[in-house]
């Protein structure tokens, strides 16, 4: 039996006097709940939270590349306890850079160096093969060891050992790698001490 459009009418004005109470009456007994709700509000408009996001097409330097691929690096290092596969690290790294301001495409240009001559499948980033699945607490020397570093290897996946297979000659102001523990530096000043 259907209800009547008195009993309907009061059943709706009933339910949203309910949802009333449960967003007002917290602000009444807690006042200061709305004067910090109010700030958080404004807040995140301050810092561009409600913000449409803006799209852009990539462009950077190497240094930001490795920075980039350092902190994606991290990030996967959170989520699997170890390092990604050396054969596969490029593969596993696109799932943690961040790419949310970046047009459709342009995210795999963080996984390419402009330091070398653009080409098709030239990415010209090498992944330390020592470190592929390693753990960071058995890293001995992690300011002092190379994670990610300009290569001659130009290929998707490259890896090996960043002694061989970094540029010869050098690139112009040296080679850069990002070493284990996010500096960005030149392979020539960790290598000079041990004489390589």
């Known amino acids: 039996m259907p209800l009547d459009p008195k009993k309907k009418k009061k059943k709706r004005r009933t339910v949203w006097l309910i949802v009333l109470a449960i967003l007002v009456l917290p602000w009444i007994f807690f006042p200061k709940t709305l ?65 949310a301001d970046l047009k459709k495409g342009e995210a795999v240009k963080k996984f390419v160096n402009p330091r070398m001559p653009a080409g098709e499948g030239v990415f010209g980033y090498a992944f330390n093969a020592a470190l592929g699945g390693a753990w960071m607490e058995n890293i001995e020397d992690p300011a002092a060891t190379p994670l990610i570093f ?46 390589n």
């Open 150 to 195: 300009e290569s001659k290897e130009t290929e998707w996946n490259a890896n090996g050992d960043p002694k061989t297979i970094q540029p010869d000659p050098e690139l112009s102001g040296g080679n850069q790698a990002v070493t284990v523990d996010g500096n960005v530096v030149l392979l020539r000043d960790l290598f000079k001490d041990t004489g």
């Open 35 to 99: 004067y910090y709700s109010i700030n958080l509000l404004i807040d995140a408009n301050r810092e561009g939270f409600f913000d449409e996001q803006k799209q852009h097409e990539y462009s950077a330097t190497s240094m930001e590349n490795l920075k980039a691929l350092f902190q994606a690096t991290q990030l996967y290092y959170e989520a699997n306890e170890a390092m990604p596969g050396a054969d596969y690290w490029m593969d596993d790294l696109s799932l943690y850079v961040k790419t």
